[in-house]
């Protein structure tokens, strides 16, 4: 029977090196001499240290900047309020992955909803979606494309 998985996954690598990248660009940068600026990457929590809030917007640009070139969806990004005390500043940006329960049901009653011969099952961190035909399953997609989740979807593991 036809399948394929909905998940929602960030390439680890490509994300580690971005954010190097941006490191990279802000020790480079003559607006950022002097000052102790740097990205900090600890499980998919980015946090931005710098001496000035305006210093936190410039980076939260690169870092978006870099993400999307090694082609990552901004769409995972959960930007922090910056934190200011005294002579730093500091911000947290937070990565999302996998698909959270609210979201798969909410997944799942919009397939059902759909009226198309396809069986969706929450499995964990992403959604299983089985059917009789491979044009049913290509509608589910669609229908899924066209329903405007906030988080960047993948369709995987497409099985005949």
Do not use: W, Y
Not at 97 to 118: F, M, N, P, W, Y
């Amino acid at each position: 029977m036809p399948s394929f998985d909905i998940v929602s996954e960030l390439d680890g690598h490509e994300v580690s090196n971005a954010v190097d990248q941006a490191n990279r660009e802000v020790a480079t940068r003559f607006d950022f001499k002097g000052s102790n600026a740097r990205f900090e990457l600890v499980d998919h929590v980015v946090t931005l240290h710098a001496a000035a809030e305006f210093q936190l917007r410039q980076m939260l640009e690169i870092l978006r900047l870099r993400l999307t070139r090694r082609g990552v969806d901004l769409g995972c990004m959960e930007v922090g309020d910056p934190v200011v005390a005294g002579q730093s500043a500091t911000q947290r940006v937070t990565l999302k992955h996998g698909i959270d329960a609210e979201t798969a049901r909410r997944l799942q009653r919009l397939i059902k909803d759909s009226k198309l011969k396809v069986q969706a099952a929450i499995q964990g961190d992403q959604l299983r979606v089985t059917g009789k035909k491979r044009d049913d399953l290509q509608s589910a997609i669609a229908q899924v494309r066209a329903a405007g989740i906030e988080l960047p979807l993948q369709f995987t593991n497409f099985r005949d």
